[in-house]
């Protein structure tokens, strides 16, 4: 009984390490006729705060609780939990993540990326249209990359990781990577942070 039960918890450690998140999942084994269940907190006890249809699709899972049984997920503004046993896995290609949608707040900004162009929204204003110079992983490290994008006087670099937990500042959202971005054109130095989904 000892080795089955040691069996079983080496198979659930090995499948909890190779859900990659933050990461799309799609919600799999759930009856037609039922739905996935959203928990304010990783137990299946915890309060419902929302479901999931039985056939949701790129589901952005952000992290893993501490036993890898549930996933923590943002649902109508709010983060809850989700459990993984019935979420599989989209296949991502690897290194980095193209998808990601960039976003941040004071002032409020985002930046999309397409091929390579870029482009820089601050709301109220234009956006501003970049190309892509380069993007490459961090030396060493498969959780953070860095971006340079330029055009028009204006010079971005931006460096992303992945993180634990991402605020936005403005909700109860969680997202799994953050950013910074420097403007070091016009012969300043302008900052702004914030976080990234993919979605």
Same mark, same amino acid.
């Given at each position: 009984m000892i080795r089955l039960a040691l069996v079983l918890l080496l198979t659930w450690t090995g499948l909890a390490q190779a859900q990659s998140v933050p990461g799309l999942f799609d919600v799999a084994g759930v009856a037609m006729d039922d739905a996935l269940n959203v928990r304010v907190s990783p137990k299946?006890?915890?309060? /419902? $705060? @929302? *479901?999931?249809a039985h056939d949701a699709k790129t589901v952005e899972v952000t992290a893993l609780s501490n036993n890898g049984k549930w996933g923590r997920i943002n649902l109508d503004g709010q983060a809850g939990w989700v459990s993984m046993r019935y979420l599989a896995q989209v296949p991502a290609p690897g290194g980095i993540p193209s998808q990601l949608t960039r976003f941040g707040t004071e002032p409020f900004w985002s930046m999309d990326l397409s091929g390579s162009d870029v482009k820089m929204t601050?709301?109220?204003?234009?956006?501003?249209?970049?190309?892509? +110079?380069? $993007?490459?992983?961090?030396? =060493?490290?498969? &959780?953070r990359f860095a971006m340079l994008a330029e055009g028009a006087g204006v010079r971005l670099?931006?460096?992303?990781? /992945?993180?634990?937990?991402?605020?936005?500042?403005m909700s109860d959202r969680?997202? @799994?990577?953050? $950013? &910074? +971005?420097? &403007? *070091? =054109?016009? =012969?300043? $130095?302008v900052p702004y942070t914030g976080c990234c989904s993919l979605k």
């Open positions: 299946g006890s915890a309060d /419902k $705060i @929302g *479901t999931l601050f709301m109220g204003l234009d956006p501003l249209r970049l190309s892509l +110079v380069h $993007i490459a992983p961090a030396s =060493g490290r498969s &959780d670099v931006a460096a992303v990781r /992945k993180v634990q937990a991402c605020s936005d500042g969680l997202y @799994g990577y953050d $950013i &910074d +971005v420097i &403007d *070091t =054109g016009q =012969g300043s $130095i």
